[in-house]
């Protein structure tokens, strides 16, 4: 049995749902389909889900939402015409989108989300009633009737362990089961949903629950690159990658999944398939638990890189001698509420990395400034000029030549290194560099491995 996923984009229009119903019908094994919100169906349009999000905040100011209304009742409309569905569907869809607006919510929050999920639960419901107009039987399952429970804020919500325990009980047998994502349900009856990449964290959590063969990712790309296709002209596709791969991946930079969205397909390891709506046949990238990799040809898997991030180095001599001085600078960034990305080390020095998205001018002074006072390094520097490079593969604790590889691809280009760290995993190798490196470090680093190796 096999749980499917649609993105936005594979179901944005009709002529993309109908790309969906064909998808569907070719394989039997696809008995669980998680549904997005109806996406862009060209440049300068809008997502279904931003226009749920506008209309709630019309009804939040008291403003008159009609025309708002309308137009979200359209794109549901537009799909419903192209298959010639009966009537009762739109008829049904229109009263629930109309109903949100006199619905009583406990405050904002709960308010938003319930909006916000309705762009999947709407699309679930015109694509079951698709498919069994299409000759396909197909039912609409509300997380609700499932027993998905979630927990955490309305906006941001995690599974609850009970969820798996439900799932256990769906039957799985007779129409296909069409499921929203995006949301669940709090054990009170609210509709809470879960933050970016919201559908993909519902599929893995029902592979995971219903204990599927496979988790089919459907998307607009072929597979996963080993590179970003914006930096390196038609890059090399990765077939197969391991889940703690594209963790890493995830972390700098590669942007197919929200970098914990398949956690819970990973627990209950069950491998995931990227492929694309456009081209089904392509083979896409399989995800898969450790065990199950073949020994790779090359030690590296993908690379990445990102310049979200900013560092703080500090020397004081002899700092290796000097018992809980990395304690107290653990507790002021606990005063401040700042978790920190990594802290490499030497003798006398210490580099902390941090998110910058996550830090403020004002948050950054302050806590240089309390530093000072506590710790009295002999030299503090904040440096804004950071990336981060990524060089990933389960390989590369199979070789011992990958390391030099990588730095020499740079240091014969005149790019200089401003840290390196591997992990204990040994399966990346973690480079800072000034931003404007970033770029041309990935390229060097791909022609070594990718390029000059297939010569």
């Known amino acids: 049995m096999k749980v499917v996923k649609f993105g936005g984009s594979s179901l944005a229009t009709g002529e993309q749902f109908d790309k969906v119903v064909n998808i569907i019908a070719a394989d039997p094994e696809r008995q669980v389909i998680v549904t997005s919100a109806p996406g862009k169906r060209s440049q300068g349009d809008a997502k279904v889900t931003d226009l749920l999000i506008h ?26 015409a192209f298959f010639d569905l009966p009537p009762e569907t739109m008829v049904l869809i229109s009263h629930k989108l109309g109903a949100l607006a006199t619905t009583p919510f406990a405050d904002a929050d709960h308010l938003m989300a319930a909006f916000k999920a309705h762009g999947e639960l709407l699309n679930a419901i015109l694509l079951a009633a698709v498919l069994t107009h299409q000759g396909i039987p197909a039912k609409f399952m509300d997380p609700k009737d499932a027993g998905f429970l979630v927990g955490g804020e309305p906006n941001n919500a995690d599974v609850l362990p009970a969820t798996y325990l439900n799932l256990s ?16 349900y709090s054990p009170s009856g609210d509709i809470y949903t879960f933050t970016r990449g919201g559908s993909d964290i519902t599929g893995a959590i029902l592979s995971r629950g219903f204990k599927a063969d496979l988790y089919e990712n459907f998307t607009d790309v072929d597979a996963i690159y080993t590179v970003d296709p914006r930096i390196v002209a038609h890059p090399a ?8 791969e594209m963790r890493e ?46 020994n790779p040809a090359n030690p590296i898997t993908g690379i990445a890189c990102s310049a979200r991030f900013s560092a703080l180095y ?5 700092l290796n001698k000097e018992v809980g001085f990395t304690l107290k600078l653990l507790e002021i960034f606990q005063r401040y509420g700042i978790s920190y990305e990594h802290m490499p080390s030497g003798i006398d020095d210490l580099t902390i990395i941090f998110d910058q998205s996550k830090l403020d001018a004002p948050t950054i002074n302050a806590l240089c400034h309390e530093i000072r006072q506590t710790l009295k390094p002999d030299y503090l520097e904040w440096i804004d000029d950071y990336a981060i490079i990524m060089v990933v593969g389960e390989g590369i604790a199979h070789t011992v030549d990958t390391m030099g590889r990588v730095i020499d691809s740079l240091t014969q280009h005149d790019i200089a290194i401003q840290m390196i760290n591997q992990g204990a995993s040994r399966i990346s190798i973690m480079i800072g560099t000034q931003r404007k490196d970033a770029a041309a470090a990935v390229r060097h680093i791909y022609d070594t491995f990718f390029v000059k190796s297939e010569v």
């Open 55 to 80: 209309y709630a905040q019309q009804i939040q100011q008291h403003q008159d939402a009609t025309t708002t209304a309308v137009q979200i009742t359209a794109r549901y409309q537009e799909i419903s």
């Open 169 to 184: 009980h769906v039957s799985l047998t007779g129409p296909r089961i069409i499921f929203p994502g995006f949301f669940g």
């Open 237 to 244: 596709v990765i077939s197969k990658m391991s889940y703690r």
């Open 249 to 294: 991946l995830s972390y700098a930079g590669f942007s197919v999944f929200q970098d914990e969205a398949i956690i819970p397909a990973v627990q209950g390891q069950v491998p995931v398939n990227v492929k694309n709506t456009n081209n089904p046949t392509a083979p896409g990238t399989l995800i898969v638990p450790e065990q199950f990799l073949f």
């Open 314 to 318: 500090l020397h004081r001599y002899l």
